[in-house]
């Protein structure tokens, strides 16, 4: 088993004529504008009360706790963007802001280590009785996690003491000692955030309360199921066998899954933390779960964009193939997930399958999650929409067709947010003798390798153009070797090393082309991946998109809108031979290439009949695409993904 880590943030400095915008949106509009919501500053917007929760925790404020069970994790969200936002800007006053918030999580702290601001009060002894819903373990995973963040970016502690005190809390209550109990979460979050945790002080408890949380998942006699019959209450809680074990990956054993199952976003958490407690500990068996259930995901269960999460009952998966555009899920945080896995993957084995599916949901399935002025973000991401169905439509009542403000439950804006301030470090990982480039992102990064240090700076234009200038420049001249990802979707790529010509057959190596050498101050690496457009078919079994193409162009998958197409958008079909050409326009959408050609419509009708033996006349009509991640920024209006073919 391969074992590379990703390099960490400290040390990536993304610089990217793409990414800019999303860095500086973040830093400049997001994390102001969420520090309000989540202090309730905006008026208009949904209330939140998760600073106030915590002011009333600490006995500082007066009132009940407001907001979902798992109020506190959009906190914990927060100070995480804020975490990667300062790792790569100095920011003094957001910086004083954050301590003074990490100030009032620690003065709410209980004196045994817990805390969650809903079990305070009346609701103290409903404590770790209710695993199903309650989402403390989840909440307390987001805190774990912002505290390393917050740690690593300020070498402040304060946080970092908070979470330890609570994961020794947490490590006292659970595990497989007989007088522990033997319980996990129902939404998982706090397994991979344990392993972060083990990560920064070498705690080997907390590897191990990880892996407990992983392996006593689905066993018999299971937990959850258990928890429910021995509830005095039954009104409280939901039936986990009426709503199904699977809907937490609670139905069996995690070794033994084959299929992508239940909530997805707590099935990406689980398999992220699988693939890192896999590459600890040098796990094949779990190793070999999470490549079976990788497959299944991508090759049975994903959307084009991206997506995952086929129906809105159960937030999750159904079955293989069953993909429909217009009721999809796809929920911007399990496209996240998806991506937090795919690095932990990619990690565990170095297969450029990994890269690509992070990419795809990067630049598509998350980034369509929020406008492009970053103030307004969708939850479910369809891939076809008709405003008017999905106003009037009971399956459809969870596609909403322009984006929101702020949402009641706002587990995506936070998620976004800490994403795409971490950006940089999804791009490299390194192993002993060896530096990986991911994903083409323009910047700086210094990889440890081969016990040199070695500065690596990439300019590229992607995701628009596939060139990729890369220079390498080690302290000293050494030997090591270069892996640059030839994205699958690229047929033709090539790649010059200091101005000659490299044949990639013989040094490519799942999917990585391998250079080995001695390499020393600047040498020059020049990649090209040209970005030829692509139609895309989707397989048979996919019932929705038969007879139907999607549009790609290197990483991006194209749409249509009504503004450029005018309505009934499924009535276009393009012909299979019709030529398509790509255009950059500056001036739109914030600067986007534009996919253009000529379709068919229907032109007169034979009658206004709802119902007629003869068909339409066809008339040209002019098409036009815009990548995925850039609709709904002109208004509300149709959309489509899968277009017809004729
Ligand atoms: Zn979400």
Same mark, same amino acid.
Request: proline content about 4%; charged content about 25%; glycine content about 8%.
């Given at each position: 088993?391969?074992?590379?880590?990703?390099?960490?943030?400290?040390q990536?400095?993304?610089?990217?004529?793409f990414?800019?915008?999303?860095?500086?949106?973040?830093?400049?509009?997001?994390?102001?504008?969420?520090r309000?919501?989540?202090?309730?500053?905006?008026?208009?917007?949904?209330?939140?009360?998760?600073?106030?929760?915590?002011?009333?925790?600490?006995?500082?404020?007066?009132?009940?706790?407001?907001?979902?069970?798992?109020?506190?994790?959009?906190?914990?969200?927060?100070?995480?963007?804020?975490?990667?936002?300062?790792?790569?800007?100095s920011?003094?006053?957001?910086?004083?802001?954050?301590?003074?918030?990490?100030?009032?999580?620690?003065?709410?702290?209980?004196?045994?280590?817990?805390?969650?601001?809903?079990?305070i009060?009346?609701?103290?002894?409903?404590?770790?009785?209710?695993?199903?819903?309650?989402?403390?373990l989840?909440?307390?995973?987001?805190?774990?996690?912002?505290?390393?963040?917050?740690?690593?970016?300020?070498?402040?502690?304060?946080?970092?003491?908070?979470?330890?005190?609570?994961?020794?809390?947490?490590?006292?209550?659970?595990?497989?000692?007989p007088?522990k109990?033997?319980?996990?979460?129902?939404?998982?979050?706090?397994?991979?955030?344990?392993?972060?945790?083990?990560?920064?002080?070498?705690?080997?408890?907390?590897?191990?309360?990880?892996?407990?949380?992983?392996?006593?998942?689905?066993?018999?006699? #299971?937990?959850?199921? $258990?928890e429910?019959?021995?509830?005095?209450? %039954?009104?409280? @809680?939901r +039936? /986990?066998? !009426?709503?199904?074990?699977k809907?937490?990956?609670?139905?069996?054993?995690?070794?033994?899954?084959?299929?992508?199952?239940?909530?997805?976003?707590?099935?990406?958490?689980?398999?992220?933390?699988?693939?890192?407690?896999?590459?600890e500990?040098?796990?094949?068996?779990?190793?070999?779960a999470?490549?079976?259930?990788?497959?299944?995901?991508?090759?049975?269960?994903?959307?084009?964009?991206?997506?995952?999460?086929?129906?809105?009952?159960?937030?999750?998966?159904?079955?293989?193939?069953?993909?429909?555009?217009?009721?999809?899920?796809?929920?911007?945080?399990?496209?996240?997930g998806?991506?937090?896995?795919?690095?932990r993957?990619?990690?565990?084995?170095?297969?450029?399958?990994?890269?690509?599916i992070?990419?795809?949901?990067?630049? #598509?399935?998350?980034? $369509?999650?929020?406008?492009?002025?970053?103030? %307004?973000?969708f @939850?479910? +991401? /369809?891939? !076809?929409?008709w405003?008017?169905?999905?106003?009037?439509?009971?399956?459809?009542r969870?596609?909403?067709?322009?984006?929101?403000?702020?949402?009641?439950?706002a587990?995506?804006?936070?998620?976004?947010?800490?994403?795409l301030?971490?950006?940089?470090?999804?791009?490299?990982?390194?192993?002993?003798?060896?530096?990986y480039?991911?994903?083409?992102?323009?910047?700086?990064?210094?990889?440890?390798?081969?016990?040199?240090?070695?500065?690596?700076a990439?300019?590229?234009?992607?995701?628009?153009?596939?060139?990729?200038?890369?220079?390498v420049?080690?302290?000293?001249?050494?030997?090591?070797?270069?892996?640059?990802?030839?994205?699958?979707?690229?047929?033709?790529?090539?790649?010059?090393?200091?101005?000659?010509?490299?044949?990639?057959?013989?040094?490519?190596?799942?999917?990585?082309?391998?250079?080995?050498?001695?390499?020393?101050?600047?040498?020059?690496? !020049?990649?090209d991946?040209?970005?030829?457009?692509?139609?895309?078919?989707?397989?048979?079994?996919?019932?929705?998109?038969?007879?139907?193409?999607?549009?790609?162009?290197?990483?991006?998958?194209?749409?249509?809108?009504?503004?450029?197409?005018?309505?009934?958008?499924?009535?276009?079909?393009?012909?299979?031979?019709?030529?398509?050409?790509?255009?950059?326009?500056?001036?739109?959408?914030?600067?986007?290439?534009?996919?253009?050609?000529?379709?068919?419509?229907?032109?007169?009708?034979?009658?206004?009949?709802?119902y007629?033996?003869?068909?339409?006349?066809?008339?040209?009509?002019s098409?036009?695409?815009?990548?995925?991640?850039?609709?709904?920024?002109?208004?509300?209006?149709e959309?489509?993904?899968?277009i017809?073919?004729?």
């Amino acid at each position: 088993m391969q074992s590379l880590k990703s390099i960490p943030l400290q040390q990536v400095q993304v610089d990217d004529r793409f990414w800019n915008h999303y860095t500086s949106l973040v830093r400049d509009v997001i994390i102001p504008y969420q520090r309000q919501v989540l202090n309730d500053e905006l008026p208009g917007v949904e209330r939140s009360n998760a600073f106030e929760n915590f002011r009333i925790a600490a006995g500082e404020a007066e009132g009940d706790f407001y907001g979902e069970v798992f109020q506190d994790s959009d906190v914990a969200k927060w100070l995480e963007a804020v975490a990667y936002s300062l790792t790569t800007k100095s920011d003094p006053e957001l910086e004083t802001i954050a301590d003074e918030v990490i100030d009032l999580i620690a003065r709410a702290q209980e004196p045994d280590g817990y805390l969650n601001t809903f079990f305070i009060g009346d609701r103290k002894d409903q404590r770790w009785t209710n695993l199903t819903e309650d989402h403390e373990l989840y909440c307390a995973g987001h805190l774990i996690e912002a505290a390393v963040a917050y740690y690593q970016a300020t070498g402040k502690d304060t946080l970092l003491r908070v979470a330890r005190a609570f994961a020794d809390h947490i490590d006292s209550v659970f595990g497989s000692e007989p007088e522990k109990l033997k319980g996990y979460p129902g939404h998982e979050e706090i397994e991979l955030a344990l392993v972060k945790l083990y990560g920064v002080t070498g705690e080997n408890r907390y590897l191990k309360l990880a892996k407990y949380f992983v392996d006593e998942r689905g066993r018999e006699p #299971n937990y959850l199921d $258990a928890e429910y019959e021995n509830c005095a209450d %039954k009104s409280k @809680y939901r +039936n /986990p066998r !009426e709503w199904g074990l699977k809907y937490s990956q609670a139905h069996l054993p995690v070794r033994e899954q084959a299929t992508a199952e239940g909530h997805s976003v707590r099935a990406m958490y689980l398999y992220a933390a699988m693939a890192d407690l896999a590459r600890e500990t040098g796990d094949e068996e779990l190793a070999e779960a999470c490549k079976r259930l990788w497959r299944n995901v991508t090759q049975r269960r994903m959307y084009i964009t991206g997506g995952i999460g086929s129906q809105a009952y159960g937030e999750g998966f159904t079955i293989d193939y069953d993909l429909p555009n217009d009721r999809s899920y796809t929920e911007t945080c399990a496209s996240i997930g998806l991506i937090f896995w795919a690095q932990r993957m990619l990690n565990l084995e170095a297969d450029r399958q990994y890269a690509d599916i992070c990419e795809r949901a990067l630049y #598509n399935g998350v980034l $369509a999650g929020m406008s492009l002025d970053g103030k %307004k973000f969708f @939850y479910v +991401n /369809p891939l !076809e929409v008709w405003p008017e169905s999905c106003a009037n439509r009971h399956d459809q009542r969870h596609v909403k067709t322009t984006r929101q403000a702020w949402f009641s439950c706002a587990c995506c804006p936070p998620n976004l947010a800490r994403l795409l301030a971490s950006l940089g470090q999804y791009c490299y990982s390194y192993g002993e003798n060896e530096v990986y480039v991911h994903l083409y992102v323009g910047g700086r990064a210094v990889a440890n390798v081969a016990g040199n240090k070695v500065q690596l700076a990439q300019r590229t234009d992607f995701p628009w153009d596939g060139r990729v200038e890369l220079t390498v420049s080690p302290e000293t001249a050494g030997e090591f070797t270069l892996c640059l990802r030839i994205p699958g979707w690229c047929d033709k790529p090539s790649l010059r090393l200091n101005g000659v010509n490299v044949e990639l057959g013989p040094i490519t190596e799942n999917g990585y082309a391998k250079l080995t050498r001695l390499w020393s101050e600047g040498d020059r690496v !020049e990649l090209d991946f040209p970005m030829e457009i692509k139609r895309i078919y989707a397989h048979p079994n996919v019932r929705m998109n038969a007879g139907k193409i999607a549009i790609a162009r290197g990483p991006m998958i194209y749409c249509l809108e009504e503004n450029d197409n005018g309505s009934v958008l499924t009535d276009i079909a393009l012909p299979r031979e019709a030529a398509l050409e790509a255009s950059y326009d500056p001036d739109l959408l914030g600067g986007v290439m534009v996919i253009s050609g000529e379709a068919l419509r229907s032109g007169e009708l034979p009658s206004d009949d709802l119902y007629d033996t003869k068909p339409s006349e066809k008339v040209v009509a002019s098409l036009k695409g815009i990548p995925y991640y850039a609709w709904n920024n002109r208004g509300e209006g149709e959309m489509l993904v899968w277009i017809r073919e004729c």
